[in-house]
């Protein structure tokens, strides 16, 4: 199932840290897609900036049961990033559930399967029939950003 999303730039200086970057939209080796720059500091209890959507426009729940995992079309600058996974069962913005993905230097596909989430901060399980939310982060260390993504699916 292809999503379409409307994504949305976050960083940790809604926290108090001091992150910068943006999200474009870009035409890149001929694809379109949404792309996430930005420099991640430590500095004042920060560390991250992200690109996210909800998979409903009122924030409302969806119901992902059918579906094995997540699929997202990648390219970036060869770092590590998150594939992170919000539900209603969250109720702090710490609260995620979460994977790591590699970002290569060319447009790849890269399949993230439910059952490989860890969840973050929380002791809920990963209930796929209230899924809410879907975000891409560049996190936990200083480095340059510089990820995009030109689909995003959810895969059976």
Excluded: C, K
Aim: no cysteine; net charge negative; proline share 4%.
């Amino acid at each position: 199932m292809e999503l379409s999303p409307e994504w949305e730039y976050v960083a940790d200086t809604v926290m108090g840290g001091v992150s910068t970057g943006r999200i474009s939209r870009e035409t890149l080796d001929g694809r379109a897609a949404v792309r996430l720059r930005g420099d991640v500091s430590l500095e004042n209890n920060g560390g991250f900036v992200q690109m996210g959507f909800d998979l409903r426009p009122d924030g409302g729940v969806f119901d992902a049961s059918a579906y094995a995992g997540v699929e997202l079309d990648v390219r970036g600058n060869g770092e590590a990033y998150d594939l992170r996974l919000r539900t209603d069962q969250l109720t702090r913005p710490w609260h995620s559930f979460r994977a790591s993905f590699d970002a290569p230097g060319h447009w790849t596909s890269l399949r993230i399967p439910f059952a490989d989430l860890v969840p973050h901060r929380t002791d809920a399980a990963f209930d796929p029939t209230r899924l809410r939310r879907i975000g891409v982060l560049a996190i936990g260390r200083e480095f340059q950003a510089d990820v995009a993504v030109a689909a995003v699916r959810l895969y059976r």
